[in-house]
C-alpha cells in the first residue's frame, strides 16, 4: 500500500491490512524495523486489543496458541478496504470515521461477515445474561397433612369396662395412660378410687 503510515495505530493496521497470523511479537518487530516507530510487544498487544473492539474489529479473527495469541484480518477485508478505510473503522467519531454501514454498502462481500459476528455476539450476550441471572429458588409446597384423631379403646357395651380389664384397679391405670397419650375421651361415668396401701 501506498498510503504514509502515520500513528502507531495505523501502523498495526497496516501490518494487519498485509495479510497472515501475527502476534504482538511479530507486530511490534515490523513496526519498530519497517516503519521505524518504535514499540514495544506490550504496546502492540494493547493496540491490537482495542483495534477489536471496534468496528474494524469485525474483521480481525483472534485465536490462541500456547501461550500467545495470533490476530488476522479477514482476507474479504485485506483485499477491499484500504488503510484509510481500515483507519476510519476504528475511529468512534470524527470527520475521518468510516462507518460499518458504509463498508458494507460499498462491499456487500463483508455484510455475511458482520451478520455471522453480530449473531455470534447476540448469542453469547444471551448466554451471560442466563448464566448471571440469580437462579430462582423452588420452596418445596407447604402440604398439611391430615390430622387424624386417636380413638380411645373401645368399652365393652354391657359392662362399660375396657376389653381385657377385669380389675377396678387397673380401669385407674389404664385412665392414666390414655390422659398421658393426649387422647381425648369424653367420660361422664362417675369413678369412685379407693387406693389401699399394705
Not at 17 to 34: F, H, I, M, P, W
Not at 98 to 120: D, N, W
Request: proline letters at 4%.
Amino acid at each position: 500500500m501506498s498510503e504514509e503510515v502515520i500513528t502507531k495505530n495505523e501502523a498495526v493496521i497496516k501490518v494487519l491490512l498485509d495479510g497472515g497470523a501475527v502476534n504482538s511479537v511479530d507486530v511490534a518487530q515490523k513496526v519498530t524495523e519497517e516503519m521505524g516507530l518504535p514499540m514495544s510487544d506490550g504496546e502492540a498487544t494493547s493496540l491490537l486489543s482495542k483495534l477489536q473492539k471496534t468496528e474494524l474489529g469485525y474483521f480481525i479473527e483472534r485465536r490462541r496458541e500456547g501461550r500467545r495469541y495470533f490476530y488476522e484480518m479477514l482476507e474479504e477485508a485485506t483485499h477491499t478496504l484500504t488503510l484509510e478505510q481500515a483507519r476510519g473503522l476504528s475511529l468512534k467519531r470524527g470527520k475521518d470515521r468510516y462507518s460499518l454501514e458504509q463498508a458494507v454498502e460499498e462491499y456487500p462481500e463483508l455484510g455475511s461477515i458482520v451478520e455471522a459476528k453480530q449473531a455470534e455476539e447476540s448469542l453469547q450476550q444471551m448466554e451471560e445474561e442466563e448464566a448471571a441471572a440469580p437462579e430462582e429458588e423452588t420452596v418445596p409446597e407447604f402440604v398439611e397433612a391430615p390430622v387424624q384423631e386417636a380413638e380411645p379403646p373401645a368399652m365393652a357395651e354391657e359392662t362399660g369396662a375396657f376389653p381385657g380389664m377385669d380389675e377396678k384397679e387397673d380401669l385407674l391405670t389404664e385412665l392414666l395412660r390414655i390422659a398421658r397419650s393426649g387422647i381425648k375421651v369424653d367420660v361422664t361415668h362417675d369413678v369412685r378410687v379407693t387406693i389401699k396401701f399394705e
